[in-house]
């Protein structure tokens, strides 16, 4: 059983072109989170749902739109690509009392 | 703005050697912090959280410690193996939801 698992794991496209990325987590936690990690392996965090509701939005362009339709899922929409966003996605989930991360295996962008 | 580092960058150890990871956190208003450990092309696997009130956890060969007053904490791996070698990252929380990731130590345990 998969706790946080994340489509596709692989993505190719060009640029302009618009995709999503789909995140899901069978643990029950109320919090759910987007990274990226770029070429040096930095984590940054882009948002942060609890219970649906936007909590966290750092400084990301505004092409990328997360949505949650319910806790348990988390997906990422990006319009426009560019170069510059081709980079690992990680979803992940958590429970605000305890603070421990779980993550997806990951989303590898390259936009050509 | 929390930043957390991560000292040495890289590491490459003989096996069987015990060996010690550092991370380091500007603010220690902390909630907990949290290690992990990823495999080439994989997500992050939890290792260790340590709760702001607590000094240490320990994991079969694994003992991670938190010194908040200092804004330090140790990841000690005991009898190092090959199935060892990942890149381990740490992570401070400053609230429930917050977290604010090291620049990660890779670890290679030679054979």
């Known amino acids: 059983d998969t706790a946080v698992s994340q489509t596709p794991k692989y993505l190719v496209t060009q640029m302009g072109n618009d995709k999503s990325i789909k995140c899901e987590q069978n643990?029950?936690?109320?919090?759910m989170y987007w990274y990226k990690q770029d070429s040096k392996k930095f984590l940054k965090i882009m948002f942060s749902?609890?219970?649906?509701?936007?909590?966290i939005n750092e400084t990301v362009p505004n092409r990328f739109s997360p949505k949650s339709p319910d806790k348990a899922h988390l997906n990422l929409h990006i319009n426009s690509l560019e170069l510059g966003d081709s980079a690992v996605y990680f979803c992940?989930?958590?429970?605000?009392?305890?603070?421990?991360?779980?993550f997806g295996e990951g989303s590898r962008l390259t936009v050509l | 703005k929390q930043e957390v580092t991560q000292i040495p960058a890289a590491l490459s150890v003989p096996e069987g050697e015990n060996l010690v990871l550092n991370c380091s956190f500007t603010?220690?208003?902390?909630?907990?912090l949290q290690w992990f450990r990823q495999d080439p092309g994989k997500g992050l696997t939890s290792l260790l959280l340590?709760?702001?009130?607590?000094r240490e956890q320990t994991s079969g060969r694994l003992n991670a410690s938190l010194d908040k007053s200092s804004g330090r904490s140790t990841l000690y791996i005991a009898a190092s193996q090959p199935g060892d070698s990942a890149t381990y990252l740490c992570?401070?929380?400053?609230?429930?939801?917050?977290?604010?990731f090291g620049t990660g130590t890779s670890l290679t345990v030679i054979p």
């Open positions: 643990l029950g936690h109320d919090t």
């Open positions: 992570a401070v929380t400053v609230s429930g939801n917050q977290f604010y």
């Open positions: 749902y609890n219970n649906k509701e936007l909590i």
């Open positions: 340590i709760q702001s009130s607590q």
């Open positions: 992940a989930s958590g429970q605000g009392s305890t603070g421990e991360l779980f």
């Open positions: 603010d220690s208003a902390i909630y907990n």
